[in-house]
């Protein structure tokens, strides 16, 4: 078994910053792919960035590119999302997930997502 637990959710001004971290513990004897989901208010949970188990390779949704940078510290088995120049519509619950196999470089998709963590709140006030 895997826990994930993100903190470092919370209101925060559009053009302003906040930096989630998503700590990993339990069955962990490698390093994996993780990522970053998040859902607003009735809609679907959708992608945000993914990193490799290696940190060599890194994704990101449209939506946040050039403001979003994902970064993985291996040795604590932790991730982070620095997020940069926020807008409202980045308001959302923001998930952290874990790819429980070696078998895939990096994902896009929540189906290859074995583990997800509690989420945090993300608020974006005009």
């Known amino acids: 078994q895997v826990h994930l637990v993100e903190s470092g959710g919370g209101l925060v001004q559009a053009e302003g910053s906040l930096r989630l971290s998503c700590a990993a513990s339990g069955q962990i004897d490698t390093t994996y792919p993780m990522g970053w989901f998040r859902q607003a208010p009735g809609k679907e949970r959708l992608f945000v960035a993914a990193i490799s188990w290696d940190g060599g390779y890194t994704v990101y949704a449209d939506s946040v590119k050039g403001r979003f940078t994902i970064s993985r510290d291996s040795a604590e088995n932790t991730v982070y999302l620095q997020m940069n120049s926020l807008k409202p519509e980045d308001t959302a619950v923001y998930y952290c997930?874990?790819?429980?196999?070696?078998?895939?470089?990096?994902?896009?998709?929540?189906?290859?997502?074995?583990?997800w963590g509690q989420g945090t709140q993300v608020t974006v006030s005009s």
């Open positions: 997930g874990l790819v429980y196999s070696m078998t895939r470089l990096i994902s896009k998709n929540q189906d290859d997502y074995n583990y």
